[in-house]
């Protein structure tokens, strides 16, 4: 029922209500929280960061992957240049993610890059308290290397997400890998004094942070200015 309601793109406020509603028994138990807050992670890249084919996947067999998807970057290049000017041509600053005779071909392949929309990994950490440390970042790492073919690395991104910040070893292994790696701060579900979930007005995106690689890969897509404008709606 719920996956349909994901493919049909019905609202997904409704449909987190409606997955609180049918799982009240075990509302109590960290599977209900984890896949509460799922639910809630596809809401907010769907409705802020606009990605797309959004496939919630998380459970005992999901290897590590909690939600896989597409993210088509230029409607919100075209959005942004609508609402601050266009930015000068693709950045030379792409042949990061090139060897060197594929440079060679020129600016076609850097304007080419992202023709097609990037597929996204996501691993989603419910953490009540304790921040993202390396070692939650290393199973990141492990997912990505194990699942994503180096023949695919240039096309994917991985992101984790959590409601808590990461700590200072954290934030240096991110710095430090050789992939496009995003780290979103998404607040968990708040519980009201009813005992009933604030559904509307909680479990927002609160930061977003991107390795280098990441930033090369999409630093002429304006997605840094998309979220400092709050600017959600193409």
Not at 38 to 60: N, S
Not at 95 to 117: C, H, I
Not at 121 to 147: D, H, L, N, W, Y
Not at 213 to 224: D, Q
Request: aromatic fraction near 8%.
């Amino acid at each position: 029922m719920l996956e349909r309601m994901l493919e049909k793109k019905q609202s997904y406020n409704e449909l987190i209500k409606l997955f609180i509603k049918q799982n009240q028994k075990i509302s109590q138990s960290s599977v209900f929280q984890g896949n509460l807050y799922e639910y809630t992670v596809v809401r907010e890249l769907e409705e802020k960061l606009h990605m797309q084919k959004l496939e919630k996947i998380g459970g005992a067999h999901d290897e590590g992957i909690d939600v896989i998807g597409k993210w088509d970057l230029v409607p919100i290049r075209e959005k942004m240049d609508q609402l601050l000017g266009s930015l000068s041509p693709m950045s030379k600053n792409t042949d990061l993610f090139y060897e060197k005779g594929e440079v060679a071909a020129g600016s076609t392949a850097r304007k080419n890059m992202l023709s097609q929309p990037l597929n996204i990994m996501v691993q989603c950490k419910a953490f009540t308290k304790a921040k993202i440390s390396p070692k939650e970042i290393r199973e990141v790492i492990g997912t990505f290397s194990t699942k994503v073919p180096n023949n695919q690395r240039k096309k994917s991104i991985a992101l984790i997400c959590s409601p808590h910040l990461l700590t200072k070893s954290g934030l240096k292994l991110i710095n430090s890998t050789n992939f496009a790696l995003i780290f979103l701060r998404i607040e968990t579900m708040r519980l009201l004094n009813n005992e009933e979930y604030d559904v509307v007005n909680s479990g927002k995106l609160l930061n977003y942070y991107e390795n280098a690689y990441a930033s090369k890969l999409l630093e002429n897509y304006r997605i840094k200015e998309w979220i400092k404008l709050s600017a959600f709606s193409i």
